[in-house]
């Protein structure tokens, strides 16, 4: 195959330890284990893709096998590295776990490896996505992997495993094997290495548009390389590839419109930040694509002071980082932690709306209000809708205006709402009532016709505490989900006043219906103790007493 007419990731791959990139310190020891003849019976790779997993493993087949020695490094001409570079070597096998799982596969190797090598001094397995073999491969595979043969050519037999998902292995292997974890290569790196490509190539490609491809590529060498194989291949004659133009190949956008649009929303200039948005979405940014870059911009804001330059994987330049922690100093990290959880939730309403874009710019609208309500001093918005933002599990807290205090109230949205209609209603007690104990909001509940109101009150809750305007109770499993907002609801309209429901960790006291079943219960054991019982008892005794009922005044 003419070189020239491979992708660049095939063409550009390495084939000695000095053409690596990104991975110093594991090629380091692996050289000097050689050197020092330490091999170890079986590596193992892991890492993200297109970091050099597989690459590392032809490499160490290499050096293990080179006629000419690993100083030289494959630099003069030798068989056994131009066979294993073309995937052709007789002793080293390279076999993908993904399509020969079974027990039976690795058997057949067993027995394969019971043979000495033909020409190379080791034979050498290599295994791709070996996660991928089955429970019963892998134990198969054990006793080989401890204690592979020696070869009368003083030679023996080496695996060689790479793997993106490593917990899929069992530990019993990893244990037998010599593992290393191959990092995600630096962008600084990276960018380099693209860059000397691309002169290679003869391409004309702007420095800003080769940060991008490294931004994309998020450490993998294999996705840059295919990044940069697609921007050359979209060059015109004689004509630049800047950052617009790989913006648009790459379906990505400036990330200081997005600064931008942050910090209009940071005002509340809904008109302008509107029109930024559309002109992104007009770029043919995806939705999907805008809502992970916005939450990737909370992060930086929420944390620019400890970052620097390189950690930012060159997602952002010099001027934008700046500007971002330029404007962090005027958000608090209240209003960007809850962006960030407004964001999340709207990534997921994405899967259920038609038209995400629609959905996409009632987001931003929903944030400039979020950012007027958390700000203290120029508030539109009450401190009660502020804590609705805050809902967790239905908890809510509110403030009491009169008292300046904060009481934890269960309180869900919905019964925040609800109350409010009724209040701009002008829904008015048409007699107010004072209710002072529960034994009158019962009664009350009862005169009303509020009969499941009051089956809830008398079964499912556990009074704690009572007093003007505040009910303190606990609950068990069966209370209905709406208890709270009816009978707020209730108390409102019976006696014209607010009153405040929260729930207790005490148990409080026994419901009204366990009260009532105590009794019962009391009553009987008191009743079989009477000479009546016992003389009943005596004439009829299959008789069993189920209830009792206390003689009154007039009987």
């Known amino acids: 195959m003419n070189k020239n007419s491979k992708v660049l990731a095939l063409k550009y791959r390495p084939q000695n330890f000095d053409d690596l990139i990104g991975q110093e310190v594991v090629t380091q020891t692996i050289v000097n284990s050689i050197k020092a003849n330490k091999i170890p019976n079986a590596y193992l790779f892991t890492g993200i893709r297109g970091v050099g997993k597989t690459t590392i493993a032809r490499i160490i087949a290499k050096a293990l096998n080179c006629t000419n020695g690993l100083d030289n490094k494959c630099k003069i001409k030798c068989d056994n590295c131009d066979e ?48 991928m073999l089955s429970k019963q491969a892998f134990n198969a595979l054990l006793k080989t992997l401890e204690e592979p043969p020696q070869y009368e050519n003083g030679g023996g037999l080496k695996f060689i495993f790479a ?16 593992r290393f974890d191959l990092s995600r290569v630096k962008s600084d790196e990276l960018f380099k290495f ?59 956008f400036d990330k200081s419109q997005l600064i931008d649009l942050f910090e209009l929303i940071l005002r509340g200039e809904e008109k302008r930040a509107i029109e930024i948005y559309r002109k992104i979405y007009e770029q043919g940014v995806e939705p999907k694509v805008f809502i992970n870059d916005f939450l990737e911009l909370v992060y930086y804001f929420k944390n620019i002071n400890s970052l620097n330059m390189e950690s930012t994987n060159f997602t952002l330049n010099d001027e934008e980082f700046s500007k971002i922690k330029k404007i962090t100093n005027e958000v608090s990290d209240e209003t960007l932690i809850l962006f960030w959880q407004f964001t999340l939730k709207t990534l997921g309403e994405l899967e259920i709306v038609n038209n995400q874009n629609l959905s996409i710019e009632m987001f ?90 009051k089956y809830e009150l008398e079964k499912n809750v556990n009074l704690v505490h009572f007093e003007n305007n505040r009910i303190e109770i606990s609950f068990n499993d069966n209370l209905d989900k709406n208890f709270i907002k009816d009978l707020s609801l209730k108390l409102f309209e019976w006696t014209g006043d607010r009153w405040i429901i929260t729930l207790s960790k005490s148990k409080g006291e026994l419901s009204i219906k366990d009260k009532q079943k105590n009794k019962r219960i009391e009553n009987i054991n008191f009743a079989k103790k009477s000479k009546l019982y016992k003389n009943l008892i005596e004439k009829f005794p299959d008789a069993d007493l189920i209830d009792v009922n206390p003689k009154k005044e007039n009987d």
Not at 194 to 215: H, N, Q
């Open 84 to 131: 294993i570079t073309n995937s052709s070597h007789i002793d080293v096998l390279e076999m993908d776990a993904a399509s020969k799982t079974g027990v039976d596969d690795v058997r057949d190797l067993i027995e394969f490896s019971r043979y000495g090598p033909s020409s190379a001094k080791y034979k050498i397995f290599i295994i791709d996505e070996v996660h």
């Open 163 to 178: 793997t993106t998902e490593i917990k899929k292995i069992p530990i019993t292997v990893v244990s037998r094997c010599q």
């Open 194 to 252: 693209i860059k000397k490509i691309k002169d290679k190539e003869k391409g004309k490609i702007s420095d800003d548009a080769l940060r991008l491809i490294v931004k994309i590529s998020e450490g993998s060498v294999r996705d840059a390389l295919s990044l940069l194989d697609r921007a050359l291949l979209s060059l015109d004659k004689d004509k630049e590839l800047d950052l617009n133009s790989a913006q648009k190949i790459f379906g990505y």
């Open 364 to 453: 931003l609208i929903r944030l400039m209000y979020l950012k007027s309500s958390t700000n203290k001093e120029h508030s539109p918005l009450s401190k009660n809708k502020i804590d609705q933002f805050k809902k967790q599990d239905d908890k809510q807290i509110i403030v009491n205006e009169k008292k300046n205090e904060t009481i934890s109230q269960v309180k869900n949205i919905s019964q925040e709402q609800e109350v409010k209609i009724e209040n701009n209603k002008g829904i008015k007690a048409e007699e107010k009532l004072n209710v002072n104990s529960f034994d009158q909001l019962l009664k009350i509940c009862n005169e009303k016709k509020e009969i499941k109101l």
